[in-house]
């Protein structure tokens, strides 16, 4: 529950929404009892990007691109901190804090998300072809409707979690750590396989090298096609656009930093409600207030380190097998079979025990995406709504949260038969991409000038961590003009 918050009285008027209540500064739990958020933004991170895209890319044109994924990944770490940062400090969301800033630039991102999340459902359909495969079950069909009954099936046992769940995200939290076990626990052993394992010189040499694509340039059968795929994998070397922003709301509803105050989604069926204001908090300038603060965001680098580090393993290793399985026979994953071209590899090499193995963990990769993506952006629905529009607060966030469960399921269980898994994926990378280019740039006003002009100045972030967000925003930015005048004018800079 909530911590319960010993009042002041006092208020502080920030921005074009009410003011923030004036609290003090919840003391630091310690490493482990506020441990979770990041594990869940590193399961939900081993998507699309990880299974799909950078293998495709590693398999189908060698060492040309897989020098730039590590600093890829690396670079959302930087994205995440500024999300999670206003987070911890007001106990605001994501939404709420665009819209306190201005309510025109948060509708336009609130569009985008829309548009976005209108096609999640190829990721549990994406998983769906893995879990297909391992159990040939039912018998005899073939692979698009096999996929589909084992993608309704497992919406249908995570709506059910959603629903019967105590507290939504402590379900969110446990299986998404036992995601991210399943996961490496299976690379790892997938990747000591001999034949994996003799290639090492070879990937390493090309993984740990960023500025070949810059010496070398794009590669001589590059595919103007594969556009779309090489931005979707930059944008998804981690999570990517609104995937970030979910980070946001699991951090509010682990009661991190200010969040302590605000309560927890919980089910209408078995949990009792409990209290999510719809703005949040602020804090008075005392020694106590300063040091319990700067323990939550040493802790916030942690967690955020956690979930880019587990992340970049992951998708290192899955592009390593793509070089050691794929590359040699000139193979790269597609269709409704997506997860299937290396799964037949081990089983060749290993066995059914290998098959199994490597399609237990492709399961696991895109199966609890639509188990999170669900969950998180019925949050930022209801965040947006409850503080948009003046209506909004008539219904409580959970009633919101529900309403956009339901919503979110119908849509994912229609759009799920209209296209393949990638065609659905890589629209939402796109879109997604644009995303971080526009949102970022209100996230470092937030952090960087409004905060600290009305909170106390140490909530300042250092300006080396200043001039590290803008460039790494400036390049968001530029990467994104560049792909809209390819892909609307057909004007050729890196593609």
């Given at each position: 529950?909530?911590?319960?918050?010993?009042e002041t009285g006092k208020t502080l008027a920030v921005g074009s929404?009410?003011?923030?209540?004036?609290?003090?500064?919840?003391?630091?739990?310690?490493?482990?009892?506020?441990?979770?958020?990041?594990?869940?933004?590193?399961?939900?991170?081993?998507?699309?990007?990880?299974?799909?895209?950078?293998?495709?890319?590693?398999?189908?044109?060698?060492?040309?691109?897989?020098?730039?994924?590590?600093?890829?990944?690396?670079?959302?770490?930087?994205?995440?901190?500024?999300?999670?940062?206003?987070?911890?400090?007001?106990?605001?969301?994501?939404?709420?804090?665009?819209?306190?800033?201005?309510?025109?630039?948060?509708?336009?991102?609130?569009?985008?998300?829309?548009?976005?999340?209108?096609?999640?459902?190829?990721?549990?359909?994406?998983?769906?072809?893995?879990?297909?495969?391992?159990?040939?079950?039912?018998?005899?069909?073939?692979?698009?409707?096999?996929?589909?009954?084992?993608?309704?099936?497992?919406?249908?046992?995570?709506?059910?979690?959603?629903?019967?769940?105590?507290?939504?995200?402590?379900?969110?939290?446990?299986?998404?750590?036992?995601?991210?076990?399943?996961?490496?626990?299976?690379?790892?052993?997938?990747?000591?396989?001999?034949?994996?394992?003799?290639?090492?010189?070879?990937f390493f040499a090309a993984y740990l090298n960023p500025i070949a694509?810059?010496?070398?340039?794009?590669?001589?059968?590059?595919?103007?096609?594969?556009?779309?795929?090489?931005?979707?994998?930059?944008?998804?070397?981690?999570?990517?656009?609104?995937?970030?922003?979910?980070?946001?709301?699991?951090?509010?509803?682990?009661?991190?930093?200010?969040?302590?105050?605000?309560?927890?989604?919980?089910?209408?069926?078995?949990?009792?409600?409990?209290?999510?204001?719809?703005?949040?908090?602020?804090?008075?300038?005392?020694?106590?207030?300063?040091?319990?603060?700067?323990?939550?965001?040493?802790?916030?680098?942690?967690?955020?380190?956690?979930?880019?580090?587990?992340?970049?393993?992951?998708?290192?290793?899955?592009?390593?097998?793509?070089?050691?399985?794929?590359?040699?026979?000139?193979?790269?994953?597609?269709?409704?079979?997506?997860?299937?071209?290396?799964?037949?590899?081990?089983?060749?090499?290993?066995?059914?025990?290998?098959?199994?193995?490597?399609?237990?963990?492709?399961?696991?990769?895109?199966?609890?995406?639509?188990?999170?993506?669900?969950?998180?952006?019925?949050?930022m629905h209801s965040d947006f709504f409850r503080n948009f529009f003046?209506?909004?607060?008539?219904?409580?966030?959970?009633?919101?949260?529900?309403?956009?469960?339901?919503?979110?399921?119908?849509?994912?269980?229609?759009?799920?038969?209209?296209?393949?898994?990638?065609?659905?994926?890589?629209?939402?990378?796109?879109?997604?991409?644009?995303?971080?280019?526009?949102?970022?740039?209100?996230?470092?006003?937030?952090?960087?000038?409004?905060?600290?002009?009305?909170?106390?100045?140490?909530?300042?972030?250092?300006?080396?961590?200043?001039?590290?967000?803008?460039?790494?925003?400036?390049?968001?930015?530029?990467?994104?003009?560049?792909?809209?005048?390819?892909?609307?004018?057909?004007?050729?800079?890196?593609?």
């Amino acid at each position: 529950m909530s911590a319960q918050p010993t009042e002041t009285g006092k208020t502080l008027a920030v921005g074009s929404l009410g003011p923030l209540k004036i609290l003090a500064v919840p003391a630091f739990v310690g490493i482990w009892a506020a441990m979770g958020p990041g594990v869940i933004w590193a399961a939900l991170a081993q998507g699309s990007g990880e299974l799909i895209w950078w293998p495709y890319l590693t398999a189908k044109y060698g060492a040309a691109f897989i020098g730039i994924l590590l600093p890829a990944c690396l670079i959302q770490y930087w994205v995440n901190q500024e999300i999670i940062r206003y987070t911890a400090t007001t106990g605001e969301t994501f939404f709420t804090g665009l819209i306190r800033l201005n309510k025109w630039y948060a509708l336009l991102l609130w569009v985008m998300l829309v548009i976005t999340f209108a096609w999640f459902g190829g990721y549990a359909a994406g998983g769906a072809t893995a879990l297909f495969d391992l159990t040939k079950f039912p018998p005899g069909w073939a692979a698009r409707e096999g996929t589909l009954f084992w993608a309704y099936l497992v919406m249908a046992v995570f709506l059910i979690g959603l629903v019967f769940s105590r507290v939504v995200y402590n379900l969110i939290e446990k299986f998404m750590t036992v995601i991210v076990a399943v996961t490496v626990v299976g690379l790892v052993i997938s990747a000591l396989h001999p034949t994996v394992l003799a290639t090492a010189g070879s990937f390493f040499a090309a993984y740990l090298n960023p500025i070949a694509i810059f010496v070398n340039g794009m590669p001589a059968k590059w595919d103007p096609k594969d556009a779309d795929t090489l931005l979707t994998g930059i944008a998804f070397a981690g999570m990517g656009g609104f995937f970030n922003v979910m980070y946001s709301y699991w951090v509010r509803d682990k009661g991190l930093g200010m969040a302590k105050y605000a309560g927890r989604v919980t089910s209408p069926i078995t949990g009792k409600p409990e209290s999510i204001p719809a703005t949040g908090f602020a804090f008075e300038d005392t020694p106590e207030n300063k040091k319990n603060y700067h323990d939550w965001i040493k802790y916030l680098r942690i967690d955020n380190a956690i979930g880019v580090g587990v992340n970049a393993f992951t998708v290192m290793l899955m592009c390593w097998l793509a070089w050691a399985i794929l590359l040699p026979k000139g193979q790269y994953p597609g269709g409704w079979t997506i997860a299937v071209t290396q799964a037949q590899f081990f089983e060749q090499a290993m066995g059914a025990i290998g098959r199994i193995i490597f399609l237990l963990a492709a399961a696991a990769f895109l199966s609890d995406s639509w188990l999170g993506i669900t969950d998180a952006v019925s949050r930022m629905h209801s965040d947006f709504f409850r503080n948009f529009f003046p209506w909004g607060q008539r219904l409580s966030f959970r009633s919101w949260y529900y309403i956009f469960v339901a919503i979110l399921t119908i849509v994912s269980g229609t759009t799920v038969l209209m296209a393949q898994p990638g065609e659905l994926l890589l629209l939402g990378g796109v879109l997604n991409f644009i995303s971080m280019a526009i949102y970022m740039p209100g996230l470092i006003y937030l952090n960087y000038k409004v905060i600290p002009e009305k909170f106390p100045a140490w909530t300042k972030p250092a300006n080396i961590t200043f001039w590290i967000v803008t460039i790494i925003t400036a390049f968001y930015i530029v990467l994104g003009i560049i792909y809209v005048l390819f892909r609307m004018f057909g004007i050729r800079i890196i593609f």
